[in-house]
T-cell receptor, first 113, second 113 residues
């Protein structure tokens, strides 16, 4: 199994809603990542978890709250988002952090209305 | 700060022909890793090829090969015998071995039948 599975594939939410994005991998990877990708732009790193501990937060606003309940699962909790937060949110995992191949999921297309 | 530059926003190639995508990067590190990722309309980022900076030999993966010029900080991707399925956005990426992948702005490749 070389898949990173993200759910949901599409999400529309209001600015007062609370929602969560889910990411799952069963490759035994110990590093997991959240990226944000705006249209026609490259992905931008948001968070890195290494061995289930948050190791990097790229100064992301607190309305985005990551969680890593176990080594296979990564969540991104969303609250009070703004329309400019609409983007493709990509999850990735790698065997260890840094130099090994990162496997990406298909992303969640988020629209904030 | 490390930067990755892709100077070709769009490229086009005839099916079965060869095309080269350019990438340059700026770093003061001597040991790092370079990648080419493909992002088709399905949105999933797929690793095409990787190159370790300490290796002088250019990486090759089937129809995909790189021309890695460390002194010039250049990392181009050659696609031979182009196929319709190669049409996608291609991102060059860099990491120094930490957790952060730095992506270029991407090159959209069209394949003409």
């Amino acid at each position: 199994d070389t898949e990173v599975t993200q759910t949901p594939k599409h999400l529309v939410m209001g600015m007062t809603n609370k929602k969560s994005l889910k990411c799952e991998q069963h490759m035994g990877h110990r590093a997991m990542y959240w990226y944000k990708q705006k249209a026609k732009k490259p992905p931008e790193l948001m968070f890195v978890y290494s061995y289930e501990k948050l190791s990097i937060n790229e100064s992301v606003p607190s309305r985005f709250s990551p969680e890593c309940p176990n080594s296979s699962l990564l969540n991104l909790h969303l609250h009070a988002l703004q329309p400019e937060d609409s983007a493709l949110y990509l999850c990735a995992s790698s065997q260890a952090s840094g130099n090994t191949e990162a496997f990406f999921g298909q992303g969640t297309r988020l629209t904030v209305v | 700060a490390q930067t990755v530059t892709q100077s070709q926003p769009e490229m086009s190639v005839q099916e079965a022909e060869t095309v080269t995508l350019s990438c340059t990067y700026d770093t003061s590190e001597s040991d790092y890793y370079l990648f080419w990722y493909k992002q088709p309309p399905s949105r999933q980022m797929i690793l095409v090829i990787r190159q370790e900076a300490y290796k002088q030999q250019n990486a090759t993966e089937n129809r995909f090969s790189v021309n890695f010029q460390k002194a010039a900080k250049s990392f181009s991707l050659k696609i031979s015998d182009s196929q319709l399925g190669d049409a996608a956005m291609y991102f060059c990426a860099y990491t120094v071995g930490g957790d952060k992948l730095t992506f270029g702005t991407g090159t959209r490749l069209a394949v003409r039948p």
